[in-house]
């Protein structure tokens, strides 16, 4: 279980550099959303009733390209996206019941929405209970919402699609997802450009 825990660390680890690496092409084009960012979240709150403030360990790194750039994959007539996400709960004691919780995938292309200073993106990708075999979900989807900002500030939603409905942290049971509340983020940040 630690070698997991470790491995997705060292993801999110190498998601920030390859998203801080590119920054600086990146930032000078026209006609892009760069979505960087990473480090602690937490929800202010126990959701399972441990007795401990629940959180997680984010690692965000994904740009659009609007119509019209040169280099967009599809052509000037539509934007692309590309990127990674990694959400992860773990520590000392269990998260939601679990030993480890654990979101990570690619961002579906064309699906990050702005709508004031909040960026919501999909994705599609794993999902590690930490239970063995038994607890391993791949192409699972996601949504996520960010707003920017460091300790505080900044904040980060995620939704996984279509599982886990109602299970301790849902804030909408019922609809057939796994709805966690809004996380603010409580060391590193999360930049939108």
Not at 10 to 37: C, K, P, W, Y
Not at 112 to 137: C, M
Not at 144 to 150: E, I, K, L, Q, W
Request: proline share 5%; hydrophobic share 35%.
């Amino acid at each position: 279980m630690m070698k997991r825990q470790w491995t997705l660390l060292l993801v999110g680890a190498m998601v920030l550099f390859a998203s801080h690496r590119s920054l600086q092409t990146l930032e000078a084009d026209n006609g892009r959303i760069l979505v960087t960012g990473g480090g602690q979240g937490t929800f202010g709150s126990d959701l399972d009733g441990d007795g401990n403030i629940d959180g997680s360990y984010f690692g965000i790194g994904i740009a659009r390209r609007e119509p019209g750039d040169g280099d967009n994959e599809k052509g000037d007539s539509a934007p692309s996206s590309a990127g990674h996400f990694v959400c992860g709960m773990w520590g000392n004691t269990h998260i939601l019941g679990l030993p480890l919780m654990a979101v990570e995938g690619q961002v579906v292309s064309d699906s990050i929405r702005w709508t004031k200073k909040t960026v919501t993106f999909d994705g599609v990708g794993t999902v590690d209970l930490g239970t063995g075999p038994s607890g391993f979900f791949t192409n699972v989807p996601f949504e996520v919402s960010v707003t920017p900002g460091g300790p505080g500030v900044g904040t980060l939603k995620l939704t996984v699609i279509g599982v886990f409905d109602g299970v301790p942290g849902d804030t909408i049971p019922g609809n057939g997802n796994y709805d966690l509340p809004v996380e603010t983020v409580s060391s590193g940040y999360i930049r939108i450009q």
